[in-house]
């Protein structure tokens, strides 16, 4: 992995899918010669909340769906990618879809590939929990976390 805030930003995600975020990233790296930053992983419930009323009842773009509880960001099983250029700027407009074949490979989910809000920069690892989250939100909600506030997985 080639960005040290990256690197981080991993750290923070859930235990069980940090290796393979990492090893997604460090194969796009080197597939494609290309940086890329983590510029989000892991979202509170109440962060989430805040950015589903965006467009709302607040002010700006609608830029979700996903209320809190309900994306894969409050669990730290996702995380929103950007291309960063040799002088440190991001590029938001690196084709992402590029990526997808090796993010299949890892058993992700590209956002790009939604239907009603494409996604471009979000991968998910579902492990095989539902699209809205309801179960991870109940895993929580009945207190099955570690010490740490991670949702125990099974």
């Not at 923070?12 to 990233?25: E, G, N, S, Y």
């Not at 290309?34 to 419930?45: F, Q, S, V």
């Not at 099955?144 to 099974?154: I, K, S």
Request: negative net charge; proline residues 3%; hydrophobic residues 35%.
């Amino acid at each position: 992995m080639r960005d040290t805030i990256s690197i981080d930003r991993i750290a923070r995600l859930h235990p069980k899918v940090r290796d393979t975020f990492q090893q997604f990233i460090e194969e796009c790296e080197s597939t494609f010669d290309i940086t890329l930053r983590i510029m989000l992983g892991y979202r509170t419930i109440a962060e989430q909340d805040t950015l589903y009323a965006q467009g709302r009842t607040t002010g700006g773009n609608i830029v979700t769906n996903a209320k809190g509880g309900q994306s894969f960001h409050n669990y730290g099983l996702a995380v929103d990618l950007c291309h960063i250029l040799d002088n440190k700027q991001v590029d938001w407009n690196y084709d992402m879809s590029t990526l997808k074949p090796i993010a299949d490979k890892y058993c992700l989910e590209w956002g790009g590939s939604w239907v009603h809000i494409k996604d471009r920069p979000h991968f998910e690892a579902r492990l095989g929990f539902q699209e809205n989250c309801s179960d991870l939100l109940a895993i929580v909600k009945a207190g099955n976390v570690d010490e740490n506030g991670y949702v125990n997985l099974p």
